[in-house]
């Protein structure tokens, strides 16, 4: 069984900072990549930001120069560090990670999401 489980989120105001965190436990063999989605009411879920095994990231336009992932490898642990917020960056978070998971000797790949976690910058 693998987890991701979120923290972080919360009210902030505008050109204020948050820092995300989602941690994956359960039974590992790799970390693909991992990296944060959002959603904002009555829109769809789009994709903030990237981080593969070997560190290469790759984020939204939107996001570009305010966010910045990262990975702590050792702890299966991904960042989001969020500076500069707008209140166009009010949505619910959510971690995702490709990963491969061993199920008595059993090597599956797939895709996993977190509960999220919600961020509100007011203006």
């Not at 642990?77 to 059993?106: F, H, W």
């Amino acid at each position: 069984q693998v987890q991701l489980v979120e923290s972080g989120g919360g009210l902030v105001q505008s050109g204020g900072s948050l820092r995300l965190s989602c941690a994956v436990s359960g039974s590992i063999f790799r970390i693909n990549a991992m990296g944060w989605f959002r959603q904002a009411p009555r829109k769809e879920r789009e994709l903030v930001a990237t981080i593969t095994k070997d560190g290469t990231t790759n984020y939204a336009d939107s996001v570009k120069g305010r966010f910045t992932i990262s990975g702590d490898n050792a702890k299966n642990t991904v960042y989001l560090q969020m500076n500069s917020l707008k209140p166009g960056d009010t949505a619910v978070y959510y971690c995702n990670s490709e990963i491969i998971s061993n199920y008595s000797g059993r090597l599956l790949l797939d895709d996993y999401w977190g509960q999220g976690t919600q961020v509100t910058v007011s203006s």
